[in-house]
């Protein structure tokens, strides 16, 4: 990688920008738990879209935070082809699907498809802050792969 940029620091050159950042995934926590989505839940959605974005910082993080929050590791391996694997509900397949749809946003049909077939699961809210909790891990998944922190062990 002898061309490759140093890592620009976005969250040193614009802590205030990164507060709201953090403001409003406070924000989206609160409301996607009044909305009844589980912490699980949550976090398999947040892995998934760090999975899909190569952010190694964010998918070690929230595969912790997953397992402290009590998920299996068998699941936790299979997330990468939750499609194929048995391990995961209905639900939160209709999850999963809408928070890809979020993240692969430049493929316009396959995210109304995606939608479409979330929707009679997930109620409006649910599916709400589904797409709300992808959109907030894809702005941390942009901002870590471009400062590329360092992940501490066991975050």
Request: proline share 5%; with cysteine.
């Amino acid at each position: 990688m002898t061309d490759a940029l140093p890592p620009l620091p976005l969250i040193g050159l614009g802590p205030q920008a990164f507060a709201a950042v953090n403001a409003l995934h406070g924000a989206v926590e609160e409301a996607a738990t009044a909305a009844g989505l589980e912490p699980i839940l949550l976090e398999l959605v947040r892995l998934r879209c760090s999975q899909i974005n190569g952010c190694v910082y964010c998918v070690d993080l929230h595969t912790n935070a997953a397992r402290r929050a009590g998920e299996k590791d068998d699941r936790l391996a299979q997330l990468v082809v939750w499609r194929e694997s048995e391990l995961f509900t209905e639900r939160e397949r209709a999850a999963l699907a809408l928070a890809e749809a979020v993240t692969l946003v430049h493929d316009h049909d396959a995210g109304r498809a995606l939608h479409r077939a979330a929707r009679p699961v997930l109620s409006e809210p649910e599916a709400a802050f589904v797409a709300w909790a992808a959109t907030v891990v894809n702005t941390y998944n942009r901002i870590a792969v471009t400062s590329r922190p360092v992940a501490a062990a066991g975050v």
